[in-house]
């Protein structure tokens, strides 16, 4: 860090590098650094440099889902809060009135256009949209809400992410005593310019825990393009990142090159192909290697205990035992992982399903079946 000679600065640049985990708690701790260094106005304008990551924000296949839906969040070099934002709707105190609306992290580029009443009786029923606008996003909210209900949150991707993230910093500076004369614009940092403040991510193992255990699919595709930067030597695409992917794949594990397809970080959509064979090879790599075991398995769900797996295989042998992976889309799932059986053998495993008719529920107690069968596995009495 580099104290600054006034208490104004003139235009502050702020470049992004791919960090997946800057939400809006950090960007105020950030905000506080400079306010402990004595800065008090930036009397131009706060220019984004989101350069390290190039191309589309939005990988292959998401083509095949135009919903703002958090899932569906674009990637950024500076990205602020995954690229989404908390929309709060609650009834107003009295019926007829206007409902309550409340975003989170609020920024002067988000425009709420709310049609919401307050109803006296009924069933509670909102819709909630987002649309690009003038380069920001307008949030559409129509419906009505019951005044006894206590009110209903929405997750939503915004638009422009790096421009988004620009007015994050924007407003969270004025309301830390930091006037901002200027506005936010994108652009490009030189090498000559001082550097005020340093903010890191957290440690990779600790990313991938969150990436794992709540299939965060925005954060996967950040870690993906970033990867890509590292290991080119360039900036951040998606190819570069499914470079990257391909080389591991292709010489640490010997997949054949058209023996799988992975066409975006995250899984979402029908764009990737890989064999359960080609999943225990790759966990059973991981488990071999003592430089990844301990955070890998680490960042997996843990059957009945945390992650998408919390509520799953209570009271039985799968409790606190099983760590996997699960992925679902519309007619696909799959759960992966590991499990230790009752004499004490550790296993891994695979299960995926395809284009099933009767819905996700059975499958899914399927998998879950075959699971337990493999935790009952060499017991000695019965």
Do not use: C
């Amino acid at each position: 860090n580099r104290e600054p000679l006034s208490t104004s600065v003139s235009q502050l640049y702020i470049k992004g590098k791919g960090d997946p985990w800057l939400v809006p708690e950090r960007v105020w701790q950030m905000v506080r650094q400079f306010r402990m260094l004595g800065i008090s106005e930036i009397t131009g304008d706060i220019i984004i440099d989101d350069s390290w990551f190039s191309g589309s924000g939005l990988a292959i296949g998401s083509e095949q889902d135009d919903s703002t839906q958090a899932y569906m969040a674009e990637s950024a070099a500076l990205s602020v809060g995954f690229n989404v934002i908390q929309i709060s709707v609650r009834p107003n105190t009295k019926v007829d009135l206007p409902a309550r609306v409340l975003i989170e992290p609020i920024a002067d580029n988000i425009v709420i256009d709310s049609n919401v009443t307050t109803v006296e009786s009924g069933k509670s029923e909102i819709s909630v949209d987002v649309i690009e606008d003038k380069g920001g996003s307008r949030v559409i909210i129509d419906g009505r809400v019951n005044v006894n209900d206590s009110g209903f949150t929405y997750w939503r991707k915004i638009f422009n992410p790096s421009l988004h993230a620009g007015f994050v910093f924007k407003k969270m500076f004025e309301d830390s005593g930091i006037q901002v004369l200027g506005g936010v614009k994108i652009g490009k940092t030189t090498a000559e310019l001082p550097r005020i403040v340093k903010y890191q991510s957290p440690r990779l193992g600790d990313l991938i825990a969150s990436v794992n255990r709540y299939s965060n699919n925005f954060m996967a595709s950040q870690i993906a393009r970033t990867i890509g930067a590292e290991m080119s030597g360039a900036v951040g695409t998606w190819m570069s990142g499914k470079k990257a992917m391909d080389d591991f794949l292709q010489n640490q594990l010997k997949f054949t090159k058209n023996s799988y397809q992975i066409n975006n970080a995250s899984g979402l959509h029908d764009v990737n192909r890989v064999t359960p064979g080609q999943v225990v090879k790759l966990l059973t790599f991981v488990a071999q290697s003592p430089k990844l075991k301990v955070d890998y398995l680490h960042s997996l769900a843990v059957a009945g205990d945390e992650g998408t797996l919390f509520d799953k295989l209570l009271n039985t042998v799968g409790e606190h035992n099983l760590r996997g992976k699960t992925g679902s889309l519309s007619v696909a799932s799959a759960l992966s992982g590991y499990i230790t059986t009752k004499d004490g053998d550790d296993l891994v495993f695979s299960f995926m399903v395809n284009h099933f008719q009767h819905g996700i529920t059975p499958v899914r107690n399927l998998q879950e079946k075959l699971v337990l069968i493999l935790a009952s596995l060499g017991q000695k009495n019965g």
